[in-house]
């Protein structure tokens, strides 16, 4: 019974801003290493960024220095704060977690950047 629940997605303008959730449940959440990826129509689905279990992160470069991803293991949720949002950065977003093979998808969210 793994469940990834996505939440904070929207429309933005561009410049503007967005913190994505995802509460995690069915999985040890400390010891998972935990992602964002997005799909963009007509796209491959692509990593973003992710943090591993000891909460080291790294990025895409395409959003480096715009956004920060976080995890808060009491609450079991991976974070992706995101600025300076741009019209390419729509897309849905998914949150992943991973263990050795193991691996658990959300449903997916979408993000809209539109003015």
């Known amino acids: 019974q793994v469940q990834l629940v996505e939440s904070g997605g929207g429309l933005v303008q561009p410049g503007g801003s967005l913190r994505l959730s995802c509460a995690a449940s069915?999985?040890?959440?400390?010891?998972?290493?935990m992602g964002w990826y997005r799909q963009a129509p007509g796209k491959q689905r692509e990593l973003v960024a992710r943090?591993?279990?000891?909460?080291?992160?790294n990025y895409a470069d395409s959003v480096k220095g715009r956004s920060t991803i976080s995890r808060d293991d009491a609450k079991n949720t991976v974070y992706m704060q995101m600025n300076s949002l741009r019209a390419e950065n729509a897309a849905d977003y998914y949150c992943?977690?991973?263990?050795?093979?193991?691996?658990?998808w959300g449903q997916g969210i979408q993000v809209t950047v539109s003015s």
């Open positions: 992943i977690a991973a263990i050795g093979a193991q691996r658990a």
């Open positions: 943090i591993t279990s000891g909460g080291t992160a």
């Open positions: 069915g999985i040890i959440f400390s010891i998972y290493h």
